[in-house]
């Protein structure tokens, strides 16, 4: 049976949740609305398959490359480039996917803005996954409806972080599916902020607006270029608000537990293909993004990967170039949580959102008075 002894010990990527035989573990939210795995005793047959899958440890299944090839990428079409996050290198991988009549998985949304992997099959329900979410997503079934695809021949595509990335590949290879036909793709990732932190924080500018938010960009570059991180927001009087949540995003003071513990934080990646932004690409080539659109890092891991990125070389522009000139400190070594975290973890339960954003200082004076002076 899984068991854990601090929650700095799950990431929640639904591994053991997925592959359990009689449906006893169930993605349970916490305080902050991060899921962790629940066990009914009462289903449960001990037959190890929960511990046996998990890959939250230093020994996860890492790639072939133990160095990985570096590009810099942009998309030769400008308009997926100012559509996406950055160079629009995903666009050009998950196109190459679904022209062969397969299937991409990335975050969109659910209800009211929630953060949720979805399934793809055409461009225009894959352009949904386009551009940055700071919130973890709910991965929910998709690690069976992958299972499902591939058995049925079928070309996919998987985008997560590191963390939910490894824990595909370890369900995967624990039920013996033939992965030939999966690509998977990992960010380099900061950390990932807590769901209901995001909810209130949307409910609250909301009611100071006094209408509701019809569409959300977590890095507006067509506002404030591609180098800035701010926020928009459009509401449904077509209004559009500019805010500072990566604030709080940038703080670690509502990351996952498990974020300040990141296995994945190094180049030995559990993926076929690693994408982020290209910060420090002026080294390489100070015109490749004089127009401050964006431009992507890809790193390519395995020999899979190189493979597809040799079919998406006629989409794109590349450059080459080596590990030390693309090295981000979550390349090198995990974020470090906040010393608060925990008080504000226990805070924002007893006490609610604002009391929260009052209280921890900076946090409240951007999240608070600075909204409060640009949209009332």
Known sequence: MLTFTDKSQCCGCTACASICPKQAITMQPDGLGFLYPIIN????IECGLCEDVCTFNSHYEKSDFSVPEVYAVRHKNISEIETSRSGAVFIALSDWILEKGGIVYGVGYTDHFRA?????????QRDEF????????????????????????????????????????SYLKKIK???????????????????????????????KKHKKVTSVDFRD??????????????????????????????????????????????????SDVTIADFWGWEKVDTEFNADDKGVSLLLI?????????????????????????CLQPNLQYPSVIHSLRN???EDYIKKGFIYVGKKYGNLGFHLFQLLHKIIR
């Open 41 to 44: 005793k009462n289903k449960c």
């Open 116 to 124: 949720i992997h979805k399934r793809a099959t055409t461009k225009q």
């Open 130 to 169: 386009k551009g940055s979410k700071y919130v973890q997503s709910d991965l929910n079934t998709v690690f069976i409806q992958i299972k499902n695809d591939l058995k049925q021949g079928l070309y996919v595509l998987f985008s997560g972080t590191p963390c939910q990335t490894s824990g595909l590949r």
């Open 177 to 207: 599916v033939d992965v030939d036909k999966l690509f998977i793709v990992d960010l380099v990732c900061h950390g990932v902020p807590a769901p209901y932190i995001w909810r209130d924080y949307l409910t609250y500018i909301e009611r």
């Open 221 to 270: 570059k067509s506002k404030c270029g591609w180098a800035a991180h701010k926020e928009s927001f459009t509401f449904s009087d077509k209004t559009v608000v500019c805010s500072t949540y990566s604030d709080l995003f940038c703080k670690g003071i509502m990351f996952r537990h498990s974020c300040g513990n990141c296995y994945f934080a190094n180049l030995n990646r559990p």
């Open 301 to 325: 891991n395995s020999a899979k990967g190189k493979f597809w990125f040799d079919q998406i070389k006629a989409q794109v522009y590349f450059l080459s170039t080596d590990v030390e000139h």
């Open 343 to 345: 008080q504000f973890e």
